[in-house]
């Protein structure tokens, strides 16, 4: 029975159909179903950790940008510290030249 034709009938037309067949028809769609659950189940775990390992790289990416906004605040308050060193510098520099 095709697939497509099975979704269309209702539940009482599906129980007849499948009351006619055969243990053995019976026994080989059970097994077919059991080896689908079983693809299925592992698409879903491929997925799952798929999903991890994704949201893993958004988590390092995230703490990678936070890493990168620390580093740059360290260098502005570096810079501001050369700047306040070489303007005093230059005043002593400048105060020298003046005795």
């Known amino acids: ?5 099975w979704k269309e009938k209702g539940q009482k037309e599906q129980n007849d159909d499948l009351s006619k067949l055969s243990k053995k028809d019976l026994l080989e769609i059970m097994l077919r179903q059991g080896e689908e659950i079983d693809a299925l189940r ?17 988590a390092r990416v995230g703490t990678l940008a ?5 580093v740059t605040e360290i260098f502005k308050e570096a810079d501001k510290a050369a700047m306040t060193y070489l ?8 105060g020298g030249m003046k005795k």
Not at 87 to 94: F, G
């Open 42 to 58: 592992a698409e879903v775990q491929e997925l799952k950790d798929k999903l991890e390992a994704r949201e893993i790289d958004v």
């Open 87 to 94: 303007t005093n510098l230059k005043r002593i520099a400048e």
């Open 66 to 70: 936070e890493a990168s906004l620390a």
């Open 1 to 5: 029975m095709k697939q497509g034709k």
